[in-house]
């Protein structure tokens, strides 16, 4: 379909191709969260907890003292004198045994490898989407990619079961698969999403995340609790699935480019064309390489892309067990708390992002004072609520709030770095978003890992306060490089240049 030349660009009413994009997007990274994050709640059930031994002495600040020397919270299990034998060991009875006696012997380092091995996978697929993309669109690297993803996420229990090496192998495969999605969506919001739409579609796009990530949780709770399809498997058996119907969806009604799509009207692929022509290059440009890794605003994109995934990490993988093996609660409750942040986080995106595009779309504040802004609300912010949340000690309602919050608050994030991209190189976008993606997911497989490492010297609360602290650092340090470097000015190299065109 050929853009018809009728003047300025209009905004059509009503729903529009665009916004179909948009909701598939949307779906498409639940799904994506779903099943890079539903091992971080199954594997509380997969795991085997009863070679924890609770001991009753508890000292006058309400804290208890673990075998280690550290600070513990097992004064806040529910449990009466009957419940101990004489050498201080908690009976469980039979109703409480699905909860706590999974089928795995895993350590915490090994369950550090295991949560960080979808990350071996995800790197390595990110700067080879950003490049497809690039060339030849988002649709399909996005798409396939996913539906593998998928596959592998049905396989997840037939693998656990049998090796644990071959189940961090499943999470590699699934890993690959999912490396193309953000490259692939970035290009495509560069194709369909105008200047002024650009937050808003984003924040629809991505707020898929945070969707997919609580409602995995919640609903993985009432999976295992109920012994659905053997418990814990099931979580891997419906998320895949769905990811298969979705990818269906997505081959039928979304489409590269406005011009591509057999099904818009004239008045969307008008405005869409016209709105983003004056940044977009009709001829594909070559990637400049060089420019590209000299470019302090594309450091300052790196740099906050790679605070933001340390940070958000830490508590994706390590909150559910936090709220199990430190404050101890239930997996149903567990769920429905490990979900919470992100419900928040989810509402608070779309809210702020739609207030981002406001102030742009109005001219109240200039489009890099907006990205710096939501960059520092979103990192400062859980920078300060992750030490505060560290300081709380065993106060459940203190310790879930301050995270809940510190989690939440990054939904600002979506007016900030994440589609600072396509500001400063909208046809780049996609490559940009590969590099940044390579580099940040990093710390996918170092996170659970780092953990690890120090939890496994005993599950205490100064443990925990050392993994909080090292998160609300690296947010700190990212906050201060990109407010110093950040740029929303389209770059010269963009379209070709090697410095500013006259």
């Known amino acids: 379909m050929e853009m018809e030349d009728t003047g300025p660009a209009k905004r059509p009413k009503g729903w529009g191709s665009r916004h179909t994009m948009a909701i598939l997007g949307c779906w498409a990274f639940a799904m994506s969260y779903a099943m890079r994050f539903n091992i971080s709640i199954a594997i509380v059930s997969m795991v085997n907890q009863t070679a924890i031994s609770v001991h009753k002495n508890e000292n006058a600040s309400g804290f208890d003292n673990s075998s280690s020397g550290g600070l513990t919270c097992d004064h806040l299990r529910v449990v009466t004198e009957e419940e101990f034998d004489e050498n201080g060991t908690l009976i ?140 814990w498997p099931s979580v891997f058996y419906f998320i895949g699935s769905l990811t298969i119907i979705w990818f269906i969806l997505w081959c039928f009604f979304v489409y590269d480019t406005p011009a591509q799509h057999p099904r818009i009207s004239i008045e969307e692929l008008n405005f869409i064309e016209k709105s983003i022509g004056n940044q977009s290059s009709k001829v594909k440009v070559p990637t400049p390489w060089k420019a590209i890794f000299t470019s302090m605003p594309f450091w300052a994109i790196m740099v ?127 490559t940009l978003s590969g590099i940044t993606h390579t580099i940040a997911n990093i710390t996918g497989f170092c996170v659970p890992y780092v953990a690890g490492i120090f939890l496994s010297q005993g599950n205490t609360l100064e443990n925990w306060q050392i993994v909080f602290f090292l998160a609300a650092g690296v947010y700190i340090i990212d906050v201060i490089f990109y407010v110093i470097f950040a740029s929303a000015t389209e770059q010269p190299w963009n379209r070709g240049y090697t410095s500013a065109p006259k």
């Open 92 to 231: 469980v009875s039979e109703e409480e045994v699905d909860e706590i006696v999974g089928e795995f012997d895993w350590s915490p380092t090994e369950q550090g490898v295991i949560l960080g091995s979808f990350f071996w996978g995800y790197v390595l697929t990110q700067m080879p989407g950003g490049i497809l993309s690039h060339r030849y669109g988002g649709k399909w690297p996005l798409g396939i990619g996913l539906f593998f993803a998928g596959l592998a996420t049905v396989l997840t229990p037939l693998a656990a079961r049998t090796h644990k090496y071959v189940l961090c192998l499943c999470r590699v495969v699934c890993g690959l698969g999912e490396g193309f999605a953000f490259p692939a969506m970035h290009g495509l919001l560069a194709s369909w999403a105008p200047p002024d739409e650009k937050s808003k579609l984003a924040s629809i796009v991505y707020a898929g995340a945070q969707f997919g990530t609580a409602a995995t949780m919640i609903m993985s709770g009432y999976l295992i609790h109920g012994n659905v399809l053997g418990g």
């Open 304 to 430: 906050g892309h790679i605070g933001h995934a340390w940070g958000l990490y830490t508590l994706l993988h390590e909150l559910p067990t936090y709220l199990k093996n430190m404050l101890h609660f239930d997996i149903r409750q567990n769920s429905w708390l490990s979900a919470l942040p992100y419900i928040v986080m989810w509402i608070l995106s779309i809210f702020i992002t739609q207030i981002a595009d406001l102030l742009i779309s109005r001219k109240i504040f200039r489009t890099v004072v907006v990205r710096k802004g939501c960059q520092s609300i979103a990192h400062l912010g859980s920078a300060v609520l992750l030490i505060a949340a560290s300081y709380s000690g065993c106060s459940r309602a203190a310790t879930v709030s301050l995270l809940t919050l510190s989690v939440g608050i990054n939904g600002a994030i979506y007016g900030g770095y994440v589609v600072n991209h396509v500001d400063i190189a909208r046809n780049h976008a996609a």
